[in-house]
Nanobody
Framework: QAQLVESGGGLVQAGDSLQLSCAAS????????MAWFRQAPGKEREFVQG????????YYGDSLKDRFTISRDNAKKTVYLQTNSLKPEDTAVYYC?????????????????WGQGTRVTVSS
């Protein structure tokens, strides 16, 4: 049974950094493109960044490219999201997701497995 488990969230102050992790089990991790989404209260789930199966290609959402960086370690079956210079508007639940598609999409419909999310709260 495929499972994605996020960790690393918490309460931080504006300007701080966090590294989020997503550990996969029960699936051939290197066969899946991976992505991070986030969902703020009252808003739709938003694509943050994605990374191809071998880590050679990254996909960016409309913003955050300069402050967030996605990476993966296929040997550890883990995908990471380094978040820097956090702002109060980054407050959200962050989810990782897995896709079987060769080219990743920003649509939630393109992902077959989801984690339960890790909450990030940024105070001003």
């Amino acid at each position: 049974q495929a499972q994605l488990v996020e960790s690393g969230g918490g309460l931080v102050q504006a300007g701080d950094s966090l590294q989020l992790s997503c550990a996969a089990s029960g699936l051939a991790f290197s066969s899946y493109g991976m992505a991070w989404f986030r969902q703020a209260p009252g808003k739709e789930r938003e694509f943050v960044q994605g990374i191809s199966r071998d880590g050679s290609t990254t996909y960016y959402g409309d913003s955050l490219k300069d402050r967030f960086t996605i990476s993966r370690d296929n040997a550890k079956k883990t995908v990471y999201l380094q978040t820097n210079s956090l702002k109060p508007e980054d407050t959200a639940v962050y989810y990782c997701a897995a896709s079987t598609k060769h080219y990743l999409t920003s649509s939630v419909a393109g992902y077959i497995y989801w984690g339960q999310g890790t909450r990030v709260t940024v105070s001003s």
